[in-house]
């Protein structure tokens, strides 16, 4: 039985193709939503670009007939801009003023109404990204879900970049004569990918275990290439920081994606890579440490001075870690480093725009906040010669509109979990202290 749709604001600021995604079913825009999205569009961020995208988007559809009457969608839906606001009673006796997510209830509830005076009613389902218009839509009996066909993946689903497998230690012995596995000697069922890290130990009990990378044709399994020597002072402390310093330092892997809860070690470690590639090996021509400017909390509005003035507050996180890399003593003395080094760049996210960067070692910080249109603005951005780092943490999020599935950065690990020239580890276990630790589980 087909279904009617009714989205809310914030499904297609969050993403303009929402409409299509209903296949033959019936997609109904309430006409206070376009009023939402018209007072969007002149914002210079990612929701008015979305709300542009989609203005343009109606109006090219106009060519098709009329909208409040209904035009055909590619898919076989029918998609209407819905003027039908005769029915506020009900919502007024429960919330009072007409706000305009009750006139967006108000119009699904004059639909859930209509059809069921109908012999074959349809189920009306609103679709919102706000969990209380969900709430208040169950309060009315009206059928409510989350925009969903954005999410990349399931949460519990979501590519660690390793695993582990238990084996006969025949298998492990062999690994330790050969350095090297056939992918075969897995037991079957095992899927791996390229670039993937599998940990193997004794199905017996015993404490005999291996650290193995996937190559990059996937066809083999190959011991970890760096020692775990330090990196300008900085030494893996366990399994998932080795690994990820494995694919921060092999510049044959253009692009690697860094998870975990704060306090794993992705910033440090990025940093100490990127350090050791542009300024010890000269690899690359400049590093470049960029993070979206998005505040957790209350924003704190304008703020005096020239760019990097106004930068410092956003980019201070990037500062502590640099601090503690160079070791410095006084307040000032890091910008004074990085002003003789001139390899080094710290920027916002915003003026990244345009850009073209060629050999360069390119890290962006907390890349969750980052939508997906945002992260292949990013991405694509990477010249010849270039390596790129995305990392953050996708239970922190600070975006209105994304989770912990739907964002870019969870967007791209998934995207790129088959191709040779990515590379991702998930890493788990906080080392900055064990407070931290205990705060990023418990809270």
């Not at 009306?124 to 309060?139: F, N, Q």
Request: zero cysteines; aromatic letters at 6%; a negative charge.
């Amino acid at each position: 039985m087909n279904k009617i749709f009714v989205l809310d604001t914030n499904v297609l600021l969050h993403d303009p193709q929402a409409i299509f995604a209903f296949d033959d079913n019936e997609v109904v825009i309430p006409a206070v939503v376009l009023e939402e999205i018209d007072s969007k569009k002149r914002l210079a961020d990612e929701l008015g670009r979305n709300a542009r995208s989609f203005s343009r988007l109606l109006d090219g559809m106009r060519s098709e007939g009329r909208l409040h009457e209904g035009i055909l969608l590619p898919g076989g839906g029918i998609l209407k801009v819905e003027l039908n606001h005769r029915s506020f009673v009900r919502v007024q006796e429960l919330f009072g003023e007409m706000s305009n997510d009750n006139r967006i209830l108000a119009v699904a509830l004059n639909y859930h109404m209509e059809e069921a005076e109908k012999e074959q009613p349809r189920p009306v389902v609103i679709v919102s990204k706000d969990v209380l218009v969900r709430i208040k839509a169950d309060v009315f009996g009206l059928l409510a879900e989350d925009y969903m066909s954005d999410r990349s993946v399931e949460l519990s689903d979501v590519y660690s970049g390793y695993m582990t497998v238990f084996v006969h230690p025949s298998i492990i012995d062999e690994f330790y004569t050969y350095r090297f596995l056939s992918v075969k000697s897995l037991p079957a069922g095992v899927k791996l990918h390229p670039n993937e890290f599998v940990i193997l130990r004794d199905e017996l009990g015993t404490s005999k275990s291996a650290l193995l990378k996937v190559s990059l044709d996937g066809s083999r399994l190959e011991p970890l290439y760096l020692s775990n020597d330090p990196i300008w002072g900085i030494t893996a402390r366990n399994a998932q920081q080795r690994m990820a310093l494995e694919l921060l330092l092999n510049d044959d892997i253009p692009l690697v994606t860094l998870t975990g809860k704060a306090g794993t070690g992705k910033t440090l470690m990025a940093l100490a890579a990127g350090l050791m590639k542009v300024e010890d090996e000269h690899k690359y021509k400049k590093l470049l440490i960029a993070r979206p400017v998005v505040p957790m909390g209350k924003d704190i509005g304008y703020l005096p001075g020239e760019k990097e003035e106004k930068l410092r507050p956003w980019m201070q996180p990037i500062y502590d870690n640099l601090e503690y890399l160079f070791d410095t003593k006084k307040s000032g003395d890091i910008e004074k480093i990085l002003m003789g080094l001139g390899s080094i760049q710290v920027e916002a996210l915003t003026y990244i725009r345009g850009r073209s960067i060629p050999g360069q070692f390119i890290i962006i910080d907390e890349s969750q906040n980052l939508s997906r249109h945002e992260v292949k603005t990013i991405v694509s951005r990477v010249g010849e010669g270039s390596k790129i780092v995305l990392m953050g943490d996708p239970e922190q999020i600070d975006h209105p509109y994304l989770d912990a599935v739907s964002n870019g950065l969870t967007h791209v690990v998934e995207r790129f979990k088959q191709e040779s020239s990515s590379g991702h580890v998930t890493l788990e276990k906080g080392e900055r202290s064990k407070l931290a630790q205990l705060a990023a589980d418990m809270l």
